[in-house]
């Protein structure tokens, strides 16, 4: 059986390293992407260090426009810039599952256009 590839976003922060560690050690998910925001200092660092495991060959990045093959994004990353973000993923047609709280009413009416 295949994996599902999959992409998190807001790597850098407590819950995407979580989502990331569950990723990791799951037999049927391989993630493939992990991105955090521009000025983030965990631009460039290996998914699974960031954690204090062995490399994962994923590096954090903040590039929003290749998502690695990925069958889904998990965006767990701040509610700034969602919009953007879910954009860019119906741009692309992947399915994103979104994790951000305290989503103002029209954003969470644009979610469920």
Do not use: W
Not at 47 to 69: I, K, R
Not at 76 to 84: M, T, V
């Amino acid at each position: 059986m295949a994996k599902i590839k999959v992409a998190v976003v807001g790597a850098s922060g407590r819950m995407g390293r979580e989502v990331i560690r569950a990723l990791l050690s799951h037999p049927s998910a391989e993630l493939v992407a992990a991105l955090t925001y521009e000025n983030s200092a965990s631009v460039g660092i290996d998914a699974a260090v960031l954690l204090g495991e062995a490399a994962c060959n994923v590096v954090l990045t903040s590039d929003f426009s290749d998502f690695n093959g990925a069958h889904v994004i998990v965006d767990f990353a701040l509610p700034e810039g969602l919009s953007d973000r879910v954009q860019q993923y119906s741009k692309l047609q992947i399915p994103a599952v979104i994790c951000a709280t305290g989503l103002s009413a029209s954003t969470e009416a644009m979610l469920h256009r």
